[in-house]
Nanobody, 114 residues
Framework: VQLQASGGGLVQAGGSLRLSCAVS????????MRWYRQAPGKERERVAA???????NYADSVEGRFSISRDRANKTVYLQMNSLEPRDTAVYYC?????????WGQGTLVTVSS
């Protein structure tokens, strides 16, 4: 199983980006699909998660600005990021947690200029 994240880039404050994470290979026993981020000099933090039921949850810092979604086959997970702020600058990683353990993507860099 491989996860390929894409969609990062440079955007001005107030702008939007949509990240995608494509899953190749067969994946079973999905417990959650998540996005994490890691800013320079900081620990990795969980940004958003979506469960098989479709319910989702967000870090307080992105609540109301970011939205996580997935396709029905669990082959792609998205992170729509609106009203971006310089503090959102980080490498964003997708993660799929299964009953057999986690799978990580390689990360995509998001840079928000002020």
């Amino acid at each position: 199983v491989q996860l390929q994240a894409s969609g990062g880039g440079l955007v001005q404050a107030g702008g939007s980006l949509r990240l995608s994470c494509a899953v190749s290979g067969s994946i079973i026993g999905v417990k959650a699909m998540r996005w994490y981020r890691q800013a320079p000099g900081k620990e990795r933090e969980r940004v958003a998660a979506i469960l098989p039921s479709g319910s989702s949850n967000y870090a307080d810092s992105v609540e109301g600005r970011f939205s996580i979604s997935r396709d029905r086959a669990n082959k792609t997970v998205y992170l729509q990021m609106n009203s971006l702020e310089p503090r959102d600058t980080a490498v964003y990683y997708c993660n799929i947690h299964t009953v057999y353990g986690p799978h990580w993507g390689q990360g995509t860099l998001v840079t928000v200029s002020s």
